[in-house]
């Protein structure tokens, strides 16, 4: 079943961030399948004070998102994107299925 990988940041170096994190990370995404459905630095706020940046990922299921999260060779670069970063937060929920009545 899909499942979202949903970030939330404000991001502090955008020049690092944008040089640094954001090319390689396009690699990670097509290894585990993953493509980027939204994503703004300064998402409108609409209710409560959350972090600028967000960021929302799909994969072709949840072990996909755990594949990628956890991937050695995504882990350097999810340092970069912590260090650039504040308010950061990551969480992944599944694709929303009515259920039967």
């Known amino acids: 079943m899909t499942a979202y990988y949903i970030l939330t940041h404000t991001i502090t170096d955008p020049d690092r961030y ?3 994190y954001l090319p390689a990370t396009w690699h990670m995404l097509d290894k ?3 493509e980027l459905v939204a994503a703004s ?3 409108e706020v609409l209710q409560g004070e959350p972090p600028e940046g967000i960021v929302i990922l799909r994969f072709p299921t949840e ?4 594949a990628f999260a956890g991937d050695p ?3 350097p670069l999810k340092q970069i994107r912590l260090q650039t970063t504040t308010d950061s937060s990551a969480v992944m929920v ?3 299925k ?4």
């Open 18 to 20: 944008q040089k640094e």
């Open 32 to 34: 585990h399948q993953g």
């Open 94 to 96: 599944p694709e929303f």
């Open 73 to 75: 060779e995504y882990q």
């Open 63 to 66: 072990d996909a998102v755990r």
């Open 41 to 43: 630095f300064k998402a």
């Open 98 to 101: 009515m259920p039967n009545s």
